[in-house]
């Protein structure tokens, strides 16, 4: 046997189950994410609008649930024409031109195209980056998906082209985007049955996409599922987790009032919350806020941690701060005991940001205050004072630590340089 | 005199409906987030180097600064943060509490602040005349002679901190605070000289009133310049 055919014989023998392990893993893949159907842009189909003024106008109501605007608007530019920037760990990317324009928005889009590219994240221009919540839309109901298009339709046209991606390594590489898909992108498995709770379901899952925020998220910003809400950090503050055992400390009913915009014992939206109930969720009629608090009462809490809890100890020195500094600064206003006061200023022993996971909402509230949105429930908020001309670091890092050691779980004490990491101020 | 005092009871009646009506709206409590930079009645905060008062400011004046706050035109990203999901209802509510507060006034026993006299008569020069060659007009032609601000859109002068006032200033030359068009404050201020933005800020914070003033009443003062909003000499007098 000559040379080449003896390293022929070896390459076969060691190269070839290589390269079908390699082959059925990328099928494997394939078939997890969808298979074919997700890059077969429907094509053909001619754009017919219907003539339906309910229609539009239902889909007018679910684009203000759904927050389309607020992302497909640029600060300060015209309506849906597209254009914010979302500054992400893997680029910045654009969002894209939404108005009837034929050729720079999507008036030359047939309904099944837009139904393709809202259930698949896949259109004319490509696949698009998970920044878009595809995943959300497949969980809508056909009819929310028409009604959406038939709005869109009569959104004024935009001859303007947003700007294009500025996408980092390795996002930035050819096929990323189908590649996140294959190894990230698992669709929920369609439901076999209608769920008990259609509207709350069709809202939280669906147009609200609530995961986006309240999901936790993975490598590559991938969710494991697009209906689950254990909690994660996003845009620098710390979405918490929604389900039976983290809502049981609110009475029936105070949750869809907060959606609504209410202050219930001065529970209001703060954050990046405030702006969602502000600009989204304060228009959601009675019955449908009251849908989605039944919806979110009615998830599962995720399986315990199987970590031993870490058992951490407070400083005397920091607890002394700790204690004096809420003593000075806060009683006041929450109460010596944490209970809040008169309906006015909420309670701290049930807030989230003081016995939840993560302590960024605590520090951001306390260096840069906060207020609730105004809205026809509570048109004159309460605010809460800044702190951050008065506090150092030192003594925000004692005083949440602090608190959270009272009222939460034993939670790692914040440090003086996780203050000043974390403790940035939002800017349009 | 005797029209008056069979008057008075029924005019204290028929005030009496307004003032209780207006007793549960008052926003103090609401309002706890403004105390620590603004002072616990809008008066400022004692020795602050950049925080203004806002008591007895006009309430056209401070809701177009919160509005700005909110939607762009004055940069500030503590005020951003805390206006951004208020509407203008609440605004207005807001800038009627702080308009309706008394005055600011001198402190008792804040220490008297000196400025060079040479910085001083540039000041007032300017404050009182103006510098025609430029198209300056007086400070006092728009402000009041008492620097006390008019009604409904123009602010008080005194008792604001000189680093407060030089930003301001600055902001109006660089385009970082902006004002609805035509924005003549932002016209005065680039026309001004960096010299003379600093004398005019040292001179103005060490003057105080030691009596409350109100802004002078809307139409008491007719402004010489075109400013948004309000009517000026060459509309009346064309």
Known sequence: MSRLRRRLLFATIVLLPLLLIAAGWITLLYLQQGGSAPFQVPQGFARVVPDDPALAERGRALARIGNCAGCHTAHGGAAYAGGRAFVTPYGTIYSSNLTSDPQHGIGAWSLQEFRHAMRHGVSRNGVQSPVFPYANFARLPEADIDALFAYLATVPAVAATPAADRLEFPANLPGAMTAWRLLYYRPDPPRTAAPANARGAAIVEGIGHCAVCHGTRGLFASLESATRLDGGRVLGWYAPALNAQTLQTYAPGTVAAYLRGAAVDGHAAYGKMADVVAQNLQYLDAADADAVEAYLRALPPPAPSRREPANWALSAEQSARGDRLYDENCADCHGKDGRGKDGKYPALVTSSAITGPDPVNAIKLTLFGAVGPATPQNPQPYTMPPFAQKLSSTDVAALVSTLRARWGANPRPVSPGDVDAWGGIDER | ?238
């Open chain 2, 1 to 238: 005199m005797n029209t008056f005092r069979y008057l008075f009871p029924i005019l204290a009646a028929l005030s009496l409906p307004a003032w209780a009506a207006s007793a549960p709206d008052d926003l103090t409590e609401h309002l706890a987030a403004c105390n620590v930079c603004h002072g616990a009645r809008g008066e400022g905060a004692t020795g602050s180097e950049y925080y203004p008062h806002l008591a007895g400011k006009p309430a056209g004046y401070l809701l177009r600064q919160l509005r700005a706050f909110r939607d762009g035109g004055r940069n500030y990203p503590q005020m951003g943060w805390l206006m951004r999901n208020m509407d203008d209802a609440y605004l207005q509510a807001i800038a009627e509490h702080f308009a309706a507060l008394p005055p600011r006034t001198r402190v008792p026993d804040a220490p008297v602040r000196t400025v060079q006299p040479a910085l001083a008569e540039r000041a007032r020069a300017l404050i009182e005349h103006g510098d025609a060659a430029r198209g300056l007009p007086a400070c006092a032609a728009c402000h009041g002679a008492d620097l006390a601000g008019l009604e409904p859109a123009v602010p008080a002068l005194v008792g604001l901190p000189e680093e407060y006032l030089v930003a301001q200033l600055g902001g109006w030359r660089t385009g970082v605070r902006r004002a609805q068009q035509p924005d003549c404050m932002a016209d005065i201020a680039r026309k001004l000289e960096p010299a003379e933005i600093r004398a005019l800020a040292g001179w103005l914070s060490a003057q105080e009133h030691t009596e409350p003033h109100r802004p002078a009443a809307a139409g008491s003062l007719l402004p010489p310049l075109a400013c948004a909003g309000l009517p000026h000499a060459q509309q009346v007098q064309p």
